[in-house]
C-alpha cells in the first residue's frame, strides 16, 4: 500500500514529469532508425551473409538493381549511364558502352551478351552500389535514378523494394495509429460505464506509447514491421490493465468515502492482478526473441517492454488522471450496455456437452488447416506491395521482357584457373532455370587473354583476392524450384571451389526459409513452455495449464487454418508472431475465468453453480478485452496496402474475436468435464483441505461475493444447485473427452518439445 498511497500523494507531479518525459521521447522516436530489409535480419555467420559482406569489402559492390530502358536510341542511353554513374554511392554501371565505345555496333557482341542485355525495344542497365542494400544512402540514390531515368526506366532490384516499402510506410503508419484509436475509442464508448473515462485511456495509453517508441532509439534501429505494429499491439493489449483499474476504483468508491483511499486501493489491488496478468503477455513477446532470425528478437523486445511500460502507466499516470479529473468521470457515467450473462451462462452450462462435441469435432479440421497454412506461406517480400508500386512494374518487366526473375551472384578464388572457372560455368549453364552466367571469361572468350582488358574494367569482376559471376535465373525469388536451382549451383561451386560462395537475394531468402521453419517450432515451443509454467504458478495446479493452452491452441490452430481453406497465402513471419502473440495476449480470458471458477469451488459451490457463476463474472470483461483487441487491429487491417501488416492485423484481430469464443463456449464445458481433476491436482482445491475448509467458511461475506462490472454493480450469487446424476452418454462423452484432451495436450507438448530439443 505504500506505493499506493504514494501515487495518489503525488499525482500531480506524476502527470508534470510525464509531460516532461514525453519531450525526449518524442526526439527518441523521430530519430530511431527503421530497417526496411528482411535479409538484416539473417544470422551473420551463414554463408550468404558473408559472401554480401565479402562482396562490399573487395569489390566496394553492396546493393544491386537492374535497370530496364524501354525505347531509347543507343546514344542517349550512353548518356544516361553517364549520369547514372554520377549519382552519389553508385560505384559501377555495366553496359555496352563499359566495354566498347559507343560507335562500334552492338551487334558485334556476341550474340550470348547481346541477347543478356537486349530485346527489341528494351535494353537492361546493370548497377552496383558501393552501399548495402537498405542503407539510407542506397534508397535516396535509387530515388535519384528514378528522377533522372524518367517514365521510359524501371529499376529493379531489393533496394528498390526497400525504397518503395519505406515511402509507402511513411505514408500509412500515422493513418494506422489513428484507425487504431478512432475504433478502439468507438469499442470503448460502447462497452464502458463513461462517456468521458476513454479518452483518459488513451491520454495514459498513449504516454506511454510514445515511451516506449522514444526509448527504441537506445536499440539502435527497428524493424518497419514493429515500428507499424508495436503502438497499435500496445493499445490493445495494455487497454484491458486500464478498465482493471477503472472497474476497481469505482467498486472500491462504494467503500470508502473518499476517493483517495479509494484510488489507494484499487492501485493496489490492480498491481497485484494486472502483474499476473501481464507476466503471461510478456512472455509471449519474449518467446519471440529466441527465434535465430532476428527480427522476432526485434519485435519481441520492443512489444514486451511496451507491455511493461503499461502496466507502469496503468498503476501511475492513469490513478493520478482519473483524480484530476474525477468530477466530470462520476458525471458522465451511465449503465452499461452488456446486460447481465446470468441467463447465458446458465444456458452454456446446462448445455456443455453440446459444446464439448463442438470441440473436439474441430480439432481436426483446425489442425489440417493450421499446418497446410504454414506450408503455404510466402517469403518473396515483393508480394506484400501494390501491383502499381514501381518495383513490381520493374520486376514484371524484367521477367517479361528479359525473362529473368532472379540473379544470383558467385565469388570464386581469384587463383582459380580460367579453366576451371570456364567449366564451372559451362556446368552452371545446364542446370534448369539459368539463363546465363557471366564473367571475365564468358566476356573473353578461351582465346582473348584477360591481361589486353584495362584494369578500370577488369576490376569490375575481379579483385586481388576473388572473381566475381553473375547467374540470371528464370526463377522467381523463394520458390521451389529457384531453390533446387541454389542447391544445385552451390555443388558446381563447391565442386570446383570449395571457399565459394553463392549470395544475392534468391540464396538468402533460401536461407531465410530454412531459418524461419524452425524458429517457428522454437517459439512455439517456448512460449508455450513459458506460458504453462506462468499458469502452474498461478493458479497452483497440474492440470489447468493443459486445460486452458488447449483452449486457446484450438483458437490459435481455427484462426490460422482459415487462410488454407480461403485459399489465402500468407507472409512467412506471419504464422510465427501471431501464435505467440494470440497466445500471450488472449490467455488471460481463460484465467480470468478459470481463476473465479477456483474460488467459487473452493467457497464450497457445486460444480455447475461454480462454473455457471464464473461463466456469468467473466463474459463481460472478456467482451470488452477481446472487443477492444479486435477494434484497434481490424480497420488496420482493412486500410493497409502493405500485405505483411494487413494480415498480421487480420490475423490479430480474428484472434481475438476467436479465442474470446472458444474461452466463452468451450473452457466452462471443459471445466465441468475435468472438474474432478482438477480438484484433485490444484493445491486448495481438494475436499477436506485446510484452504478449503478456511474459504468455505468465508463464502458468504460480502467481501468474496461482491464483483465489479461494467455498470458498478455486483453479481448477485447464484442459487446453489445439486450436481447433476451421471448417466451413461455423459460418461461416455466425459472419458471421451478426457482421452482427446490429454491427446491433444501430449501431441502439442511432444511436438514443439521435440522441435526444441531436437
Known amino acids: 500500500m505504500h506505493f499506493s498511497k504514494a501515487v495518489v500523494r503525488c499525482r500531480v507531479p506524476i502527470l508534470i514529469f510525464t509531460v516532461l ?58 548518356r544516361l549511364t553517364e549520369k547514372i554513374g554520377q549519382v552519389e554511392h553508385v560505384e559501377t554501371v555495366l553496359w555496352y558502352n563499359t566495354l566498347a565505345d559507343i560507335s562500334i555496333p552492338m551487334e558485334l557482341l556476341p550474340d550470348e551478351i547481346y541477347k543478356a542485355f537486349n530485346t527489341g525495344h528494351s535494353t537492361m542497365i546493370a548497377v552496383f552500389f558501393d552501399s548495402a542494400t537498405s542503407a539510407d544512402v542506397t534508397m535516396d540514390a535509387i530515388r535519384e535514378i528514378r528522377s533522372i531515368a524518367g517514365k521510359q526506366c524501371f529499376v529493379s532490384g531489393m533496394s528498390a523494394l ?36 476513454p479518452f483518459i485511456f488513451l491520454a495514459s495509453i498513449g504516454a506511454m506509447i510514445l515511451v516506449n517508441l522514444g526509448t527504441n532509439y537506445f536499440l539502435g534501429e527497428i524493424s518497419y514491421i514493429t515500428k507499424a505494429l508495436s503502438a497499435v499491439l500496445q493499445l490493445a493489449v495494455t ?101 447481465n450473462m446470468k441467463g447465458v451462462a446458465n444456458f452454456l452450462t446446462r448445455r456443455f456437452p453440446i459444446f464439448l462435441a463442438v470441440f473436439l469435432l474441430l480439432i481436426a479440421p483446425a489442425l489440417y488447416g493450421y499446418n497446410k497454412t504454414n506450408d503455404e506461406v510466402y517469403y518473396d517480400m515483393g508480394q506484400c506491395l501494390p501491383e502499381d508500386m514501381e518495383y513490381v512494374i520493374a520486376n514484371s ?147 489447468l495449464p493443459f486445460i486452458l493452452i488447449a483452449v486457446i491452441e484450438l483458437a490459435i490452430f481455427i484462426n490460422l487454418g482459415i487462410p488454407h481453406y480461403a485459399g489465402q ?68 487491417a482493412l486500410y493497409s496496402d502493405i500485405d505483411i501488416i494487413s494480415s498480421m492485423c487480420m490475423l490479430m484481430a480474428r484472434g481475438a474475436l476467436i479465442s474470446m469464443g472458444c474461452v466463452i463456449f468451450f473452457l466452462p464445458a471443459l471445466l465441468m468435464l475435468f472438474d474432478g481433476l482438477i480438484r484433485h491436482t490444484t493445491f486448495g482445491m481438494k475436499p477436506g483441505s485446510k484452504a478449503t475448509a478456511k474459504q468455505t467458511a468465508v463464502k458468504d461475506s460480502p467481501e468474496t461475493r461482491f464483483e465489479a462490472t461494467g455498470s458498478g454493480e455486483s453479481v448477485r450469487t447464484l442459487s446453489d444447485s445439486k450436481d447433476d446424476k451421471s448417466v451413461s452418454t455423459r460418461e461416455a462423452l466425459k472419458y471421451i473427452g478426457i482421452i482427446a484432451g490429454v491427446g491433444l495436450g501430449i501431441r502439442i507438448a511432444f511436438k514443439y518439445l521435440k522441435a526444441l530439443f531436437l
Not at 550468404?48 to 546493393?63: C, H, I, M, N, R
Request: aromatic content about 8%; hydrophobic content about 45%; glycine content about 6%.
Open 397 to 543: 518487366k524484367l521477367s517479361e521482357d528479359f525473362d529473368i526473375a532472379s540473379t544470383h551472384m558467385v565469388l570464386v578464388d581469384a587463383k582459380l584457373s580460367g579453366k576451371s572457372v570456364r567449366a564451372m560455368i559451362d556446368e552452371m549453364e545446364q542446370v534448369d532455370g539459368v539463363k546465363y552466367v557471366l564473367g571475365l571469361e564468358s566476356v573473353l572468350g578461351s582465346r582473348v587473354p584477360e591481361e589486353v582488358l584495362p584494369d578500370s574494367i577488369r576490376s569490375i569482376l575481379k579483385s586481388d583476392h576473388w572473381e566475381l559471376l553473375l547467374i540470371n535465373s528464370e526463377y522467381k525469388v523463394a520458390s521451389d524450384k529457384v531453390n533446387d536451382q541454389i542447391d544445385s549451383l552451390n555443388a558446381i561451386l563447391k565442386k570446383h571451389d570449395p571457399s565459394g560462395m553463392l549470395i544475392g537475394e534468391a540464396p538468402c531468402m533460401k536461407d531465410m526459409i530454412e531459418t524461419t521453419n524452425h524458429d517457428f517450432q522454437v517459439v512455439n515451443a517456448v512460449s508455450i513452455l513459458a506460458i504453462f509454467v506462468i499458469i502452474a504458478l498461478v493458479e497452483k495446479s497440474i492440470s
Open 239 to 339: 487497454m484491458d490493465y486500464s478498465i482493471f483499474l477503472w472497474h476497481s476504483y469505482n467498486e472500491q468508491r462504494t467503500r470508502y468515502p473518499d476517493k483517495r483511499d479509494a484510488m489507494a486501493h484499487a492501485i493496489h489491488e490492480t498491481l497485484t492482478s494486472v502483474l499476473g496478468s501481464s507476466i503471461t503477455t510478456v512472455a509471449g513477446f519474449i518467446a519471440l526473441c529466441f527465434m535465430s532470425f532476428t527480427l522476432g528478437r526485434d519485435l519481441g523486445i520492443v512489444m514486451a517492454k511496451g507491455v511493461v511500460f503499461g502496466v507502469i502507466g496503468c498503476v501511475t499516470v492513469l490513478p493520478a488522471l482519473i483524480l484530476v479529473f474525477d468530477k466530470p468521470l462520476q458525471h458522465s457515467r451511465h449503465r452499461s450496455i452488456i446486460p
Open 162 to 197: 526497400v525504397t518503395d516499402l519505406k515511402d509507402l510506410c511513411e505514408k500509412e503508419e500515422p493513418i494506422y495509429v489513428g484507425i487504431a484509436v478512432v475504433l478502439a475509442l468507438v469499442a470503448m464508448l460502447l462497452f464502458l460505464d463513461s462517456f468521458l473515462v
Open 569 to 636: 497465402s500468407l507472409p512467412f513471419i506471419a504464422p510465427i508472431c501471431i501464435s505467440t502473440i494470440q497466445l500471450g495476449a488472449t490467455v488471460d480470458y481463460a484465467i480470468l475465468m478459470t481463476t473465479r471458477y477456483k474460488a467459487e469451488r473452493a467457497a464450497g459451490r457445486d460444480k455447475r453453480g461454480a462454473v455457471t457463476e464464473a461463466l456469468a463474472a467473466s463474459i463481460p470483461s472478456i467482451l470488452v478485452s477481446g472487443m477492444g483487441l479486435f477494434a484497434a487491429t481490424f480497420g488496420v
Open 21 to 78: 518525459l514525453l519531450i525526449p521521447c518524442v526526439f527518441g522516436m523521430i530519430n530511431t532508425r527503421i530497417n526496411y530489409d528482411m535479409l538484416d535480419y539473417l544470422p551473420s555467420d551463414m554463408d550468404t551473409v558473408k559472401g554480401q559482406d565479402t562482396l562490399l569489402e573487395e569489390f566496394g559492390k553492396g546493393a544491386f538493381s537492374f535497370i530496364i530502358v524501354e525505347d531509347m536510341p543507343a546514344k542517349d542511353v550512353a
